[in-house]
């Protein structure tokens, strides 16, 4: 599977962005999909997850109550809304797959999508 994520730029403080990213196969269903982040200077950290039907999620403590996930298998999206952004959302927002069934583990993830830039301002 092929992973193609969009939706990134530039936002004040308190308001938010919504990120997408589509699969290329029609096996997207039997994934589970992650969005994760890295700062600079930090380590990659898996930020939210979704099991392969939706209706199971995770998030990590730094956004939960903020973003949510979203997938659609009909067209094999899988969406990231952030809101009340803050700077320490500063990030590179990478989509990530993997056929597992354990969503909550980030090292589990092996399939990659390109990164969005996700810049907050203050």
């Known amino acids: 599977v092929q992973l193609q994520a969009s939706g990134g730029g530039l936002v004040q403080a308190g308001g938010s962005l919504r990120l997408s990213c589509v699969a290329s196969?029609?096996?997207?269903?039997?994934?589970?999909m992650g969005w994760f982040r890295q700062a600079p200077g930090k380590e990659r950290e898996l930020i939210a997850a979704?099991?392969?039907?939706?209706?199971?999620?995770y998030y990590a403590s730094s956004v939960k109550g903020r973003f949510a996930i979203f997938r659609d298998n009909t067209k094999n999206t899988v969406d990231l809304q952030m809101n009340s952004l803050n700077p320490e959302d500063t990030a590179i927002y990478l989509c990530?797959?993997?056929?597992?069934?354990?969503?909550?583990?980030?090292?589990?993830?092996?399939?990659w999508g390109q990164g969005t830039q996700v810049t907050v301002s203050s």
């Open positions: 990530a797959a993997q056929r597992g069934t354990d969503y909550w583990e980030a090292f589990r993830y092996d399939i």
């Open positions: 196969r029609r096996t997207f269903g039997r994934y589970s």
């Open positions: 979704v099991s392969w039907s939706g209706g199971s999620t």
